[in-house]
């Protein structure tokens, strides 16, 4: 069971124990905002509140960018399953540049992509084939693609992420 954690202005900021976000909530340092009503947590000292969402009372600064975890779903939601050489309804997952030739997993190097561009292009480069990407790949950023990167998603949070843009 875990909890997500809110930052002070309500943007998703992590994922931890219940456990831990309890020890957040006894020491004043988060507020329960959402609880596992069917789930209390029983301990020797009586019954509390299983927190399912958490928001911390003062805002923490968040000091370097999280990567976003590469999933191939994920690149296909982020390409909105549109190819990115045709724009076509897109399936599939492309390595811009080759795996053959160096070309690496990462959010730069991968692309949602039609089958039919997908056999066309093969393992030849871009240069090779005249053709051109219909936007330059990066890793996503937004709360809610953050939120996803930080643990398995829960329906209980919906509320609190944001749409990915
Ligand atoms: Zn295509």
Known sequence: MRTLVLNAGYEPLAVVSFRRALVLVMNNKATIIKADDDNPVSS???DYERPSVIILSRYVRVPYVRRVPLTRRGVLRRDAHHCAYCGRSA?????????????EESW????ACCFRCNNVKGDRTLAQLGWNLRFTPRMPSGPAWLALGLDRHQPAWDDFLAPAA
Do not use: Y
């Open 108 to 111: 730069e190097n991968l692309v």
């Open 91 to 103: 399936n599939t997952i492309d390595h811009v540049v080759p795996k053959s030739r160096g070309g």
């Open 44 to 46: 020797t000292t009586g």
